[in-house]
């Protein structure tokens, strides 16, 4: 589970922080008949639910509103709400000075600080919740496609004007996680150094390393996990073998399709010196043993308890990798027929 989406039950809830601090005041003002929780989860990565709850915060709305403090790190919140039953999205920086909370059509609009303010001036002038919308639709109209292109052009304009502006660091953060590594370091690059340590510059920096180190012609990082009967396995165990890593996870559907496939592979080749390494990306270790037991699968398994697939740039699922004897990269992203061919590049033939 690569980000969580967070939940709250009720809420207007207001922050404001001391400016000399970084403690945040949470407050709300929702009349004598409003009670509810409200549960906010910072907006980072975590490998399951349960460990994104060890960072959430736990707000109890009592009549007349609420009263806490919680820490600021300047880095945007993001979840869903439900007042008396109506639910509505929530986006805001925790960041320290007073945050005031509107209802606004189907979300909750923070604004009173500066990056909340700045990130309210570019939704209306960049027209960022159409964009939004169209995101991830697919058979847009001319007129639609333009509008999209044009908002990337002006997002690039606006950096060019703020290079230094932790909101644009957001968006990039959001629309470009998953780019290639010259897109990365241009975008890395137009902003200023003083905001690298922030939370999206940092993320998105550790992004294009961890890119650069598994391309194809790299050393594959080493690392040591787990096997399904609790023994130790490293990647340098395979030295001096051809190995095909599998990233997969027991709910990813086209893992599971793949396996037949890799099954023939691993039948065909397995005595000619290739083995097969799955690394699951499973939170829970029963449904990962659960979809062993059914897909019966002949080679070495370990779950990813330690954050690999985030060292192998792993952006989604599946994703294979193609390591030589010495331990270097051939090959990555290669799925069905594309497996076969790359291997007979290296004398791996039927």
Known sequence: MRKLLLF?????????CKNTSNECVLKADLGKDVKGKITIYPYKRYSSWDEA?????????????????????????KGSAKVNGKGYGLFFFSEPGEINFQIKGNKIVASGT??????????????????NKLKYKHNL???????????????????????????????????????????????????????????YLADLIKKRDAAE?????????????QTKEGKTLSLSD???????IDFWASWCGPCRQMIPEVKKIY?????????VLNVSLDAKEKDWLKALEKEQMPWSQVRDTKKIADIYNVNAIPDMFLIDKDGKIL?????????????AKYGFKK
């Open 238 to 244: 395979y030295k001096g073998k051809y190995l095909l």
């Open 141 to 199: 109209s001319s007129e639609e496609s333009a509008f999209k292109e044009d908002f990337i052009n002006n997002l690039w304009k606006e950096l060019d004007k703020k290079p230094n502006s932790i909101v644009l660091s957001s968006l990039f953060h959001s629309l470009f996680y998953g780019a290639d590594i010259p897109t990365l370091n241009k975008i890395i690059n137009s902003f200023s150094k003083e905001i690298y340590k922030t939370f």
């Open 114 to 131: 500066p990056l909340n303010d700045e990130y309210n001036l570019l939704v209306e002038k960049l027209k960022i919740d159409r964009f």
């Open 267 to 275: 039948q065909a080749f397995h005595s000619k010196g290739l083995e």
């Open 331 to 343: 090959a990555r992203g290669i799925h069905g027929k594309a497996i076969w061919d790359e291997l």
């Open 8 to 16: 709250i039950s009720v809420i207007i809830i207001a922050v404001s």
């Open 213 to 225: 180190a598994s391309a194809v012609g790299m050393k594959a990082p080493n690392f040591t996990l």
């Open 53 to 77: 709850k060890k960072h959430c915060t736990n707000i109890t709305i009592n009549e007349g509103g609420i009263d806490k403090i919680i820490d600021s790190t300047k880095v945007v919140r």
